[in-house]
């Protein structure tokens, strides 16, 4: 997917690279590094890593809660997003990933060394507006889950998971963590078994048809569904996690130094193995969605009389066919999953007010080496903290508005990238191709669409 520009790739220059490197620099890349640096010759499924982490991420309690509306809602209706999204992720994704390839940096930094400051500081105020008030829903659900499960006070959750989720993405690293988690999240393949089991009623002939045949009902509840759907799915958080990550992996590598300080040229090999990175973790993010539906419409969803999911309990009754361990099975999922995809959205706020501001970062650094990264993980924990008590709304309704909230501000976002990715001063030889800009563009059209018609809603006041 890219062009025939004759451009040598880019070699950005960002705080960062400039810095002079001190022996504790040294250190911690050194300490950064894999075992295997070279992947020259390795077969694409040994570079897994990036694409999937951002796809597993995606399924967030957020995303649950938004894919699980969806069904209990409208049934069917909406299917047909989950397949229909799947080429807009992977074109989107992949741009994030390839910037950060080629060039060393996130997109932050990138913004930094090309564009205006007052583009740069305002995609990063978007994005951690966006990222505060999803990580707000995220641990509303997942205080009530656990509550659903333990007891006790709603607030002493709260506090005790965002001290956990601060430590741990302080101090142990990510992906020893993340590993760990990632087998508690396997809770949410009970919604694979679901749809199969008695207790749930399936029409298989109608799921292929709303698979493959869109359907719009003219609708406001319909319309504020399905834009959240595109919000929780195509999130802006994702953009610079997906970005961050890929430079975290080539200092582990050995392609940089330093972020910024790519050794060599991107190979062929390192973008297909990207793009196969990315089209697996976005195909198994969205293989969630389509199962999630399915069950919560199944279970939940019954035509002329549309459920509407106010709380943790609610959303549980789509695996109620399972027994009685259905709560348990929900509420493990939810709280693995916010485990994952907190420390995410943290993260990726933090990467992008890093290269914004200059300061050391990553998530292979210790605290001290990077405080103003860590300081603003911790920041938007907190903000996401405090506002759990200024809001009366419901967890599930949180997670849904916090999916549309992502979706207004992907909108500008998305233009922003579209315009790096077509710049041959920043990407070279490796701008886009004509695919990635007819399905990156079809991303920015319909999120845009969707995001207007809601804040049309919301003035006119037809949206509650």
């Not at 077969?43 to 309690?61: E, H, Q, R, V």
């Amino acid at each position: 997917m890219h062009s025939d520009n004759e451009k040598d790739d880019s070699k950005s220059s960002t705080f960062e690279a400039n810095r002079p490197r001190s022996n504790e620099d040294l250190q911690d890349v050194d300490g950064a590094r894999l075992p295997e640096m070279e992947d020259e010759g390795k077969p694409w499924y040994k570079s897994i890593g990036p694409g999937l982490i951002t796809g597993a991420a995606d399924d967030d309690p957020s995303g649950i809660g938004t894919y699980s509306q969806c069904g209990a809602s409208f049934g069917y209706g909406q299917l047909w997003l989950a397949p229909f999204c799947i080429p807009l992720m992977i074109s989107v994704q992949e741009m994030c990933g390839r910037v950060a390839l080629v060039t060393g940096e996130g997109i932050a930094a990138v913004l930094k060394d090309h564009y205006p400051r007052w583009l740069l500081y305002g995609s990063v105020a978007l994005l951690f507006l966006a990222n505060s008030l999803n990580v707000y829903a995220d641990l509303n659900v997942m205080a009530a889950s656990a509550k659903m499960l333990f007891g006790l006070h709603l607030y002493f959750w709260l506090t005790v998971l965002v001290l956990t989720i601060g430590v741990l993405e302080i101090f142990v690293p990510y992906r020893r963590f993340a590993g760990v988690l990632k087998f508690s999240c396997l809770a949410l393949g009970a919604y694979f078994v679901v749809p199969f089991l008695r207790g749930s009623h399936n029409d298989w002939g109608n799921i292929a048809s709303h698979l493959v045949l869109p359907v719009w009902k003219p609708n406001l509840d319909f319309t504020l569904a399905a834009t959240a759907f595109l919000g929780t799915t195509i999130s802006p958080y994702l953009f610079f996690w997906q970005a961050g990550e890929t430079v975290e992996e080539e200092l582990a590598t050995g392609k940089s130094d330093e972020p910024g300080r790519r050794k060599q040229r991107v190979k062929e090999s390192e973008i297909r193995n990207l793009r196969a990175d990315t089209v697996l973790g976005m195909i198994t993010s969205q293989l969630v969605a389509f199962f999630i539906i399915i069950a919560t419409a199944g279970v939940l969803y019954r035509p002329g009389h549309p459920v509407t999911i106010n709380s943790a309990m609610d959303a549980a009754q789509a695996l109620r066919p399972l027994g009685p361990a259905a709560v348990w099975i929900f509420s493990i999922g939810m709280i693995g999953t916010g485990f994952l995809a907190i420390p995410t959205l943290a993260g990726s706020a933090a990467y992008a007010a890093a290269e914004a501001f200059g300061w050391r970062y990553g998530l292979f650094r210790r605290f001290r080496r990077a405080p103003g990264f860590y300081l603003t993980v911790l920041a938007v924990l907190l903000v996401g903290f405090l506002l759990n008590f200024f809001t009366q709304i419901s967890p599930i309704k949180a997670l849904v508005y916090s999916a549309v909230v992502n979706a207004i501000v992907a909108v500008p976002l998305l233009l922003v990238l579209l315009h790096i990715c077509n710049n041959g001063k920043i990407l070279g030889r490796r701008t886009n191709g004509i695919w990635s800009n007819v399905f990156g563009w079809a991303s920015f059209v319909c999120m845009g669409a969707a995001s207007a018609f809601f804040i049309w809603a919301v003035v006119s006041g037809k949206a509650s």
